[in-house]
């Protein structure tokens, strides 16, 4: 590792995009998709033409993984700030449990540090690769019967049901109903809706991560939030 | 029918795509909310504790790769690079000083303090990373591997104690998997040591170590609670591998010696429950990634670990089973010769001990 420090100095130049609470999750995982498609826009309507931030991200996130397959550790550790609140949210709003989502979220990264060196682009992306991972955990988890499906609301900050049914959109719903709702779908759908809008992957990702296509992935989800519209009117009412 | 599904679908997609507000805007609307009610964020802590163990383990499981560097450097920018190059060659030396001055002031108690750590302690992680930098100080495939063995060894002793003290079930699961990976590692590198100078010794070693650590996993057998038992098959199939392997290589072994083994190592199995390896249903992606268990093949199913710190996040990109694995854990190294390793060892070496103190100084 003999050049560790240096070589991700590319990555360092370039902003960190970082989601955290109470900002929009944007930068934290669809950035890196447009490495694999086309479709990158977050699902929040988002402008569509290619920002220069966006493109330095790419970039960022492309030289980041090649120095990691060469051993670089730090631009692992980069690698891990850019997706780590991403994978989480996704294990936690399917596991409903914080300790739990902290524990699957160690073991995805370890994983993939294990494996990184042997990560490959083709066909590939590195967020739905990181994804897949986690979700391959969190399938153990449930079939190991570990799964506990009570959702710690006292550990997250409480959102609350605004507007009206009539209105049909609400700005916010409680954590507890999200994950009630999410989780009442199909196993597709529900891994559709958490990648693509809690997640915000993008398609282009989300379609890596569940090995179909990107067509495939624009039905699901449509039939998803369909769904999930009708399971959250329900609860509203 | 069909046709208007797949359109509606395709205006929806669009519309978050684009923001257009059409016939789907209360779809729209919908996923919207989940997006911005979806707030759970992981704790600052966590974040930071998980990354610190990320680069503590970095250390030893990243290998030092000149065609990935190349590779990077070909999608990086060449000026920067090459700037970053030099400054941190020049600051190396004085960072080591400065890293081994903090650990032997600061860290020089913790440190011996938390050689006696159980999984769950406070100085565990301590403990595991003063482990991972002593490993970096064992340069040959035969020493390193033997270390590794050793580190595996001291995992299914504190499983051993975790079992006598009713630990939570996940704690003994960890352990369990953090042996397996050193015992794959391990085993890998003693491999590769009898591969690289055609003598029995690793294999020999490789063998006494699986044969202590059955007769070890035969005594925890009936101790592990049920929801470590996965983690406590995948330990018996990591030595199971072994064991296959060494019948392959070892030519001077004895064939019985190999059997008996082999055979208490199954029964360690037979007494576990019913677990049907179950495909998962939603499981389709096409390439195989870390964390997968869904290999139609039971042997791949059975070869991989499932857990914090297992080695299968190594072994399953490219090899449907533990036993190809081990050949690819570190190919790199087993791909040099004893002076290509020599001349990459001295950065490496001290890496670990300047991440360290880096992280230590916040």
Known sequence: MAARGPRYAIALAVTPAQSKTGQPKSGAAHTADTVSGPSHSPPSGRSAPRKPAEISDVTRITALVDLARGGDAEAFGQLYDHYVSGIFRFIYYRVGSRQIAEDLTS?????????????????????????????????????????RLEFATDQLPESHVVGTTESAVMSQISNDMLFEAVNALSAEQRDCVLMRFIQELSVAQTAAALGRSEGAIKQLQFRAVRNLANIIDQDAL | MIGRASRSARHFADALEWGENGSDHRLVGTARTVTESAQAEPDDQFVFELRSALMAEASTVLVDDPSGANAADSTSDAGLTAAGQRRGRARRPLRV????????????????????????????????????????????????????????????????????????????????????????????????????????????????????????????????????????????????????????????????????????????????????????PEQSAPNSVPGSTTSPDPSESRNRSGGTDSSSGSQDSTSPGRGNNTDSEHPKRSAKSPSDQESSKPSGLLDPVTGIVESLLG
Not at chain 2, 154 to 159: A, D, G
Not at chain 2, 203 to 230: C, H, M, N, W, Y
Not at chain 2, 251 to 274: F, H, K, Q, Y
């Open chain 1, 107 to 147: 073991d995805t990264f370890t994983r993939a540090l294990r494996a990184v060196q042997r990560f490959t682009w083709q066909g590939r992306d590195f967020g739905a690769w990181l994804t897949t991972i986690a979700r391959n955990l969190v399938a153990d988890h449930h079939k190991s019967g570990r799964s």
């Open chain 2, 97 to 280: 000083l400065v890293a081994a001055a903090i650990i032997a002031v600061i860290g020089g108690g913790t440190v011996i303090t938390s050689s006696h750590a159980m999984p769950g302690d406070v100085l565990y992680p301590v403990k595991l990373r003063v482990e991972s930098v002593q490993s970096e100080f064992h340069r040959s495939d035969l020493s390193l591997g033997d270390y590794r063995l050793d580190r595996a060894d001291k995992r299914l002793n504190e499983v051993s104690g975790l079992t006598d003290q009713g630990a939570e079930p996940e704690l003994i699961a960890t352990t369990l998997r953090r042996f397996s990976a050193e015992s794959s590692e391990g085993a890998s590198l003693l491999f590769s040591a009898h591969e690289a100078d055609s003598v029995e010794e690793p294999v020999k070693k490789v063998q006494k170590f699986a044969q202590i650590s059955a007769e070890k996993l035969e005594e925890i057998r009936t101790s592990v609670p049920d929801g470590a038992f996965d983690a406590y098959r995948d330990a018996q199939a990591t030595l199971d591998s072994l064991i296959g392997q060494i019948s392959t290589v070892c030519a001077d072994c004895d064939p019985e010696t190999i059997d008996s083994l082999r055979s208490s190592v199954s029964d360690l199995a037979d007494d576990d429950p019913a677990d049907p390896q179950e495909p998962k």
